[in-house]
């Protein structure tokens, strides 16, 4: 059988959508990777391995984000990716979130093909932060309204956890929950957790005041003030741009505690947190975070670092179960986050628990091997 999956970014690789295709071809599909190349950087075709070829759309030149000239730019991937299709013909379309799901609902029903709709996240709750004014809300009422209609379009449904599925299944009664599970190759080894002579702390993800980087700094701080030598990776990039501003403002007198590396490739990043004692995920309590699971929690987990979480349903379901961390309220500053940190310095072995607990659950439960069937079982039954 042959897929062909649409994607909105270059695929540097996107880990979701690489583990899904690689899991695809082991079972005999084949896979093209249609994605688009914003920034005209990548090579524009790629094979990854036997069965997985990528092809990149170039010369639509675009940032992430909305507005007129972002919607026509997205039109424009639409119209370079029908063409591919119509190349390649595939036997089915599996479309990666929504901004690529009306393309892919067009060519399927144009041409008589199966198209699965991969909902990563509740992209009307993912944009809302960036709808502004009596527009945004129009905007937000329409985008909600469009994916609902696009999910009940589809032939299927694939999401990442029971929130989002409970979503969806008031649309469309094929629902399949694929996780964000790390394959099992990252939980073979624990981090050296508190072995350091510093506390290193780590974050990996985009870098905003929405995701915590604000509360991170100050963690920082008010560790050093009770005489932690505590050290903070932030591994990611701006989103927006304009972060890094506001980041820089607030590290003053600590300058030297922060490593900023910019965007790794997802194959450096268990390195990362192998080297790392915390892992941190304090989100703002907006309703697209409250609602997901970030694959970041899970990846933490891997590697045996014991996590400290905002205490929303979806996270809490899984820290308060593996017993792998703590749960903090983000709207409540600090204070307490510090109070757990320093707990935990004074008193290692506990850490360290929280830490194999978390790892041993990926080893037996949250790993991407034990999904790999399901996303083949929901390909043979679109044929059957």
Known sequence: MRSAMLLSNSFRPDPRVLKEAKGLASRGHRVSIICWDRADELAPTESLCSGVEVIRVQGIRSTYGLGARQVTRLLRFWLAAI????????????????????????????????????????????????????????????????????????????????????????????VVIIGHYPESSMAQHAAPVLTHPELRL???????????????????????????????????????????????????????????????????????????????????????????????????????????????????????????????EPQLGTHNIIRIVEDWWKNPDEARRLGENGRQAVLSQYNWESLVNRLDDLYQSIFR
């Open 202 to 328: 780590v974050y990996v993800g985009r870098l905003s005041s929405d995701r915590g980087i604000l509360t991170y700094t100050d963690l920082v701080r008010g560790l050093r003030q009770l005489g932690i030598p505590a050290r903070l990776t932030l591994a990611g990039v701006f989103t927006p741009p304009s972060e890094q501003a506001l980041l820089q403002a607030s590290l003053l007198g600590i300058e030297d505690a922060i490593d900023l590396p910019g965007w790794l490739p997802y194959e450096r990043i268990p390195a990362l947190l192998q080297s790392c004692d915390i892992a941190l995920c304090v989100l703002s309590p907006e309703e697209r975070y409250v609602k997901a699971l970030p694959v970041k929690l899970f990846e933490y987990m891997a590697c045996g670092l014991p996590v400290i979480a905002s205490n929303f349903p979806a996270i809490a379901s899984i820290v308060d179960n593996v017993q792998c961390g703590a749960l903090v």
């Open 83 to 174: 063409p591919i299709l119509n190349e390649i013909k595939p036997d089915i379309v599996h479309c990666h979130d929504f901004d690529t799901l009306l393309a892919g609902l067009w060519w399927g029903k144009v041409h008589h093909k199966p198209v699965i709709y991969d909902a990563h996240e509740h992209y009307a709750d993912l944009v809302k932060p960036r709808l502004k004014g009596q527009t945004g809300r129009i905007l937000y009422r329409w985008i909600t309204r469009a994916e609902l209609m696009g999910a009940h379009l589809s032939s299927a449904i694939i999401t990442v956890d029971e929130i989002l599925a409970d979503i969806f299944l008031k649309q469309n009664n094929n």
